[in-house]
């Protein structure tokens, strides 16, 4: 079952499995952080409460966080001071959370208060959300952090690793990379002990690891992890003596490109997910444009199913175009939803329980949105959904969905994740 107790216990629809959960009633809303953080607008970054049903008559967006007592209409409930977590822990950059089964909520966070990799970790907050300290044991914790997964029957939580805070914040630089600013490791801790146990060096194929997911099925002793700059997907994996190792399992190959920063465009792969059953891993590249959806059953051997293209810096219209191997030039096609072309490129993705609908934000970090996709900072982000295709694989955009964060009333904001109310049993671990 998913983990979760005290508050995290009760507020989830409570599926046992993840079939159950695939099986449950169809989503109607979607909480979506919204970001003015990097825009120029002096406004707060707010929740949006997005209404997906396509037979309700409302689509509200309410600035709060709090969803038990009220799914429409969420309330603020506590905050917790950054002031507090830095005195009781030295941790700063909070980013991942996870319930546990303690009840305790663990975040992973990318660095302490100046912006240095080497002062990250795991914050644990009791279910009152008070600071309780760090998770790791002394001297444990990783190079660098950003998301965290783990398989309780296996004992094992993993962890990835984006770069340090004082580099990111600023945009992306090249040069960082070769100055050791950017991760490139996966960190095997013991679970629930929070010790280090091994290092993976991802090597030049896997440099930037951000989302890492285990399959579903608990029992399952293998995982992913999108490694953003190198535009892989890495399998991770238990040998026989009880180590973790690693492989390339996808590789989307850089574009040849003419009128950009450099000669040729990874695709960037900044969010992917795997769907309930553990029969579909999904990913975006948000620099090419595209999502892709690909068959898992054998896990060593992903197959491509299907690919639509919502944006990206290659489509008709832009400046940039890619080159073929023998010299002929082309773009993706410009997609018109309801009147609106896409702006950006897929950054984040949330499947629905039954794995049939697929939403898409644009945002990644205001300062890269700036760089890569400035026309965000005027225009604001928006939100699509993809129909997938379960049985034979194949991905769609619906045109009737297109939720527009660019008319918002304090000025147009930057949309990210996503969540569902009552708990997010994509992003559920089970035991």
């Given at each position: 079952?998913?983990?979760?107790?005290?508050?995290?216990?009760?507020?989830?629809?409570?599926?046992?499995?993840?079939?159950?959960?695939?099986?449950?009633?169809?989503?109607?809303?979607?909480?979506?952080?919204?970001?003015?953080?990097?825009?120029?607008?002096?406004?707060?970054?707010?929740?949006?409460?997005?209404?997906?049903?396509?037979?309700s008559p409302t689509s509200s967006r309410i600035y709060v966080v709090d969803t038990q007592m009220n799914p429409k209409a969420p309330s603020l409930h506590k905050v917790v001071q950054p002031e507090d977590i830095v005195k009781k822990t030295g941790l700063a950059y909070p980013h991942t959370s996870h319930c546990?089964?303690?009840?305790?909520?663990?975040?992973?966070?990318?660095?302490?208060?100046?912006?240095?990799?080497?002062?990250?970790?795991?914050?644990?907050?009791?279910?009152?959300?008070?600071v309780k300290g760090r998770w790791e044991k002394p001297g444990?914790?990783?190079?660098?952090?950003?998301d965290f997964w783990y398989q309780p029957r296996h004992k094992t939580m993993i962890s990835s690793s984006w770069g340090a805070p004082a580099a990111f914040?600023?945009?992306?630089?090249?040069?960082?990379?070769?100055?050791?600013?950017?991760?490139?490791?996966?960190?095997?801790?013991?679970?629930?002990?929070?010790?280090?146990?091994?290092?993976?060096?991802?090597?030049?194929?896997?440099?930037?690891?951000?989302?890492?997911?285990?399959?579903?099925?608990?029992?399952?002793?293998t995982g992913y992890v999108g490694c953003a700059l190198t535009s892989n997907m890495v399998r991770f994996f238990k040998t026989e003596d009880g180590s973790w190792n690693h492989e390339v399992a996808i590789s989307v190959k850089p574009l040849k490109v003419q009128n950009w920063i450099l000669p040729e465009m990874p695709g960037l792969i900044t969010d992917f997910l795997i769907?309930?059953?553990?029969?579909?891993?999904?990913?975006?590249?948000?620099?090419?444009?595209?999502?892709r959806q690909y068959n898992i059953e054998d896990p060593k051997n992903p197959i491509l199913a299907g690919q639509v293209w919502v944006g990206g810096l290659i489509q008709k219209g832009s400046p940039v175009v890619a080159v073929t191997d023998d010299g002929?030039?082309?773009?993706?096609?410009?997609?018109?939803?309801?009147?609106?072309?896409?702006?950006g490129g897929p950054q984040m993705i949330q499947l629905s329980l039954d794995?049939?609908?697929?939403?898409?934000?644009?945002?990644?970090?205001?300062?890269?949105?700036?760089?890569?996709?400035?026309?965000?900072?005027?225009?604001?982000?928006?939100?699509?959904?993809?129909?997938?295709?379960?049985?034979?694989?194949?991905?769609?955009?619906?045109?009737?969905?297109?939720?527009?964060?660019?008319?918002?009333?304090?000025?147009?904001?930057?949309?990210?994740?996503?969540?569902?109310?009552?708990?997010?049993?994509t992003s559920d671990i089970w035991v």
């Open positions: 079952m998913a983990e979760g107790n005290g508050c995290c216990k009760t507020t989830g629809p409570g599926y046992g499995t993840p079939l159950e959960a695939m099986a449950g009633p169809k989503e109607a809303l979607i909480y979506v952080t919204c970001v003015y953080t990097g825009t120029g607008r002096e406004q707060p970054d707010f929740l949006a409460t997005v209404d997906v049903d396509p037979n546990l089964a303690s009840g305790d909520i663990m975040v992973s966070c990318l660095g302490d208060k100046d912006g240095n990799a080497k002062g990250n970790g795991f914050l644990l907050l009791d279910s009152e959300f008070n444990h914790s990783p190079s660098f952090g950003y914040t600023k945009g992306f630089n090249l040069q960082h990379v070769g100055e050791g600013l950017y991760g490139r490791h996966l960190h095997v801790y013991s679970w629930p002990d929070g010790e280090l146990k091994q290092t993976l060096d991802l090597g030049d194929t896997g440099l930037i690891p951000l989302e890492i997911r285990f399959l579903h099925d608990p029992s399952k002793d769907s309930l059953d553990d029969r579909f891993l999904y990913f975006v590249n948000w620099l090419h444009g595209d999502v002929h030039t082309w773009q993706s096609d410009v997609l018109e939803i309801q009147g609106h072309r896409p702006r794995g049939k609908r697929l939403y898409v934000t644009n945002s990644l970090f205001s300062t890269w949105d700036r760089q890569f996709y400035p026309e965000l900072m005027e225009k604001g982000s928006h939100m699509l959904q993809i129909d997938v295709d379960t049985e034979k694989g194949g991905l769609k955009v619906n045109p009737n969905f297109f939720v527009d964060f660019g008319a918002e009333p304090d000025g147009p904001s930057l949309a990210h994740e996503m969540r569902y109310p009552g708990g997010d049993c």
